[in-house]
């Protein structure tokens, strides 16, 4: 990896195991089933992949930012509905599979390489629309990325995004047989560890820890805020809500949800709106609570 694309070391880590993943070729890094051919299709199939966030935005003509969108197809069905876009991601990889796709098709695309809290390569108020899905949970300062993404729109200029949720994130693989708890307090802000990081699709079995942040709600609405863009969608859902076996990712996720998603506007009128703002007060420094006692009786997992 060219050195300097990462801004830190968690950059430059979970850069290497996208590498890794994509190397492997799981089918998060690549794009996932075959749009019709029609453009009355393929605006179905992205509304489909967008979760019907954009849904009624007219891309013709729009210039179109898809963030850490490698190894999707958001940014191929953007330019084929005629959007001036671009993809940005800070893996190779992941970017070739779009480039080698793009090229294929006869799609014209822009590639930029970086990390998502750096997007100096791209100007002030380049872009109308902003699509960034599921890898907010790569960074531990999202208020950086939307900085960033609030200044590369345009006046009016929509950002969606999405991410995992904060608080099913702290809770995955901690089954005790009896209920769920937290791997750490939702006022933690450090990377949540995977007990088991190996991402396991059929017969492929991948080593690659990621290091994933589970970004408080308040933080992003008001990261969002302070950026100057007005919040006007907010959405908690899951994949699916079959019940699974107890304890199971699936059983989770039926009653919490797996994701978050976010929808915003710049205020056209500036940075922070025309009107005088109250900043929300700082929320008080997180304590560690007293070490509590073990549970008396072992506990055992159920996955
Ligand atoms: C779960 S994939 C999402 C890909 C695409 N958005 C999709 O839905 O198909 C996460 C992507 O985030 C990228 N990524 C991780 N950390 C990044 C960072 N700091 N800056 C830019 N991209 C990053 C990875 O390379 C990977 O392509």
């Known amino acids: 990896m060219r050195r300097g694309v990462a801004v830190d070391g968690i950059g430059t880590h979970n850069a290497r195991m996208w590498e890794r993943l994509a190397r492997a070729d799981i089918p998060y890094t690549r794009p996932q089933g075959v749009p019709p051919k029609s453009d009355a299709g393929k605006r179905r199939f992205l509304d489909d992949l967008t979760d019907g966030m954009i849904a009624g935005i007219d891309f013709a003509g729009m210039r179109v930012l898809s963030l850490a969108g490698g190894g999707g197809w958001d940014a191929i069905l953007f330019a084929e509905l005629g959007a001036d876009t671009t993809l940005f991601d800070i893996s190779a990889r992941q970017l070739d599979t779009v480039r080698r796709l793009a090229r294929q098709r006869g799609t014209p695309l822009t590639f930029v390489r970086g990390d998502m809290r750096d997007l100096s390569a ?4 380049e872009f109308d629309l902003v699509f960034h899905k599921h890898s907010m949970v790569f960074v531990p300062d999202p208020q950086r990325v939307i900085a960033e993404v609030a200044r590369v729109l345009s006046g009016d200029g929509v950002y969606g995004f999405s991410t995992m949720h904060p608080i099913t994130l702290r809770m995955y693989e901690s ?9 750490t307090t939702y006022f933690e802000d450090r990377a949540i560890a995977s007990m088991d990081p190996t991402w396991e699709f059929g017969q492929v079995r991948v080593h690659a820890p990621t290091l994933e942040y589970g970004h408080r709600i308040s933080d992003l609405v008001n990261a969002c805020v302070a950026s100057g863009l007005a919040v006007d969608g907010l959405w908690e859902w899951s994949p699916g809500y079959d019940a699974g076996p107890a304890g199971s990712d699936d059983d989770l996720e039926r009653q919490l949800p797996a994701f978050i998603r976010l929808r915003a506007r710049k205020l056209a009128n500036g940075a922070r709106g025309s009107r005088s703002r109250i900043d929300p007060p700082s929320p008080p ?4 609570p007293p070490e509590r006692s073990r549970p008396s009786q072992p506990r055992t997992r159920g996955r």
């Open 122 to 125: 791209l100007g002030n108020g």
């Open 175 to 183: 089954w005790t047989g009896t209920g769920w708890r937290l791997k």
């Open 285 to 288: 420094a997180f304590v560690r």
